[in-house]
């Protein structure tokens, strides 16, 4: 079983919860209390701030490392959950060394992956940790308030933060519209489980304030903005939610429901409209006068990688390589969706195959299946771990989204804390004495 946390005492106050942190040097519980609210900060930054993301992330290892118990996290680090993520990062440095990309690609191609190191360290913390669900509160808290932003933008284009001639997108107060679409998405689909367990219990109130929240996120993606793979995603992620949670009965009544909503929407809205639309005119624009649009630009790169893995299938042609065989395929003028070149082909899959081969394939997919294999069985907690793998799947089939820094903290922060939680679950339901996984 775990052990319950050293020194534990109740925080009914802002006061207390000061003085505890404040103890921190000798306390171990006011040590471990420090690293949750850390984490809490990063998650509230997240839809914000790269740069708050990546400072809070590096002060909250320096956090737990003092708060580490050695053998049993050396311990952990056997399990597939953590093994397969350092084994991917582990294979893009090594992959670093056939490379043919120069020195300065390489290292950069790196980074991206070098943050599913945290996975095995929030899998640690939040086995032991009973306060996984204030991370997920803050993020949610964070988002609804970004909806309030992206409102306030939608009306007043100027109250956004983003550079001058930066491509802003409507509603986008920070960041980009992919970035938005992917937290709102993701807090939606969320939600729902919570409510319909309010729901079953009677509870009303609660079940309804939640389903306000819910409701908010959906109405700004559908009249101020929303990104095509969140449109792409979001029918699979709802039919997980009425495989997993809801009989068939319910399942009719939730397809009457998605369709009439969807349908309304879709009358009332000339944003989703122009969303939509954009699939056959941007692969149109691409198939007839070879013009770079968001589509054909994703076939094009599509295409090429496929070749690039076809002349090193085995191990790729290591990291950071991407960019320079693009630059050697590339045809005609850089105005030509031919002549585009770029460092990342848009596919998670593509990306892993390019640089490293079959082998960083197997891995990848391992890995995904590993932390999905995580979330079973009923549980707040393991909704969340579910929704964060399956989304990133799914979106990665368009982007490399594990790679990429917003979408791929989410995934981090997302299977690392509940994947912690579920490990916590399962420990304190075994017999005293049992193994464990």
Request: charged content about 15%.
């Amino acid at each position: 079983m775990i052990a319950p946390e050293p020194g534990r005492r109740e925080i009914n106050s802002i006061g207390s919860m000061l003085r505890v942190m404040a103890s921190a040097r000798h306390d171990p519980f006011a040590r471990a209390l420090n690293v949750d609210l850390v984490a809490v900060l990063v998650a509230f930054l997240l839809p914000w701030s790269t740069s708050g993301v990546g400072i809070g992330m590096l002060i909250w290892l320096a956090a737990l490392v003092p708060t580490l118990e050695r053998r049993p996290f050396l311990r952990s680090l056997r399990q597939p959950i953590c093994a397969l993520p350092i084994a991917l990062v582990v294979l893009a440095a090594v992959g670093m060394l056939w490379s043919e990309a120069p020195w300065s690609a390489r290292l950069p191609a790196l980074s991206p992956a070098t943050k599913l190191l945290f996975l095995p360290l929030l899998f640690h913390h939040f086995e032991r940790s009973t306060r996984g669900m204030w991370v997920f509160i803050a993020f949610l808290a964070s988002c609804t308030l970004m909806t309030a932003a992206s409102w306030l933008v939608a009306i007043e284009p100027g109250l956004t933060l983003k550079a001058p001639g930066e491509p802003e997108g409507r509603g986008i107060f920070v960041k980009n519209y992919i970035d938005q679409s992917q937290e709102f998405l993701l807090c939606t689909l969320v939600l729902a489980y919570p409510i319909i367990r309010l729901l079953r219990v009677g509870n009303i109130r609660h079940a309804l304030l939640l389903a306000l929240v819910a409701a908010n996120f959906v109405v700004n993606m559908v009249f101020v903005v929303v990104s095509r793979t969140a449109l792409v995603t979001l029918p699979v992620m709802l039919a997980a939610f009425a495989i997993k949670h809801l009989r068939w009965r319910a399942n009719l009544l939730l397809i009457a429901a998605a369709v009439t909503l969807g349908a309304l929407a879709w009358t009332q809205s000339a944003q989703l409209q122009a969303t939509v639309e954009t699939f056959t005119r941007d692969y149109r624009i691409y198939k007839e006068w070879n013009q770079p649009t968001s589509i054909g630009l994703r076939l094009e790169f599509w295409e090429k990688s496929l070749r690039f893995f076809a002349e090193a299938p085995v191990f790729g042609h290591g990291t950071g390589s991407t960019r320079g065989l693009f630059e050697a395929a590339a045809t005609g003028p850089s105005s030509l969706a031919q002549g585009q070149v770029i460092g990342n082909p848009h596919n998670q899959t593509l990306s892993v195959a390019v640089q490293w081969g079959m082998i960083g394939v197997v891995i990848l997919y391992a890995m995904w299946w590993a932390h999905f294999a995580m979330f079973r069985g009923p549980g707040l907690a393991v909704w969340i771990g579910l929704m964060v793998v399956l989304q990133n799947v799914l979106s990665s089939l368009f982007n490399s989204h594990l790679f990429d820094f917003h979408e791929g903290w989410m995934y981090v922060l997302g299977v690392g804390i509940a994947g912690g939680m579920v490990l916590r679950a399962g420990s304190e339901a075994r017999p005293f004495g049992t193994a464990g996984p």
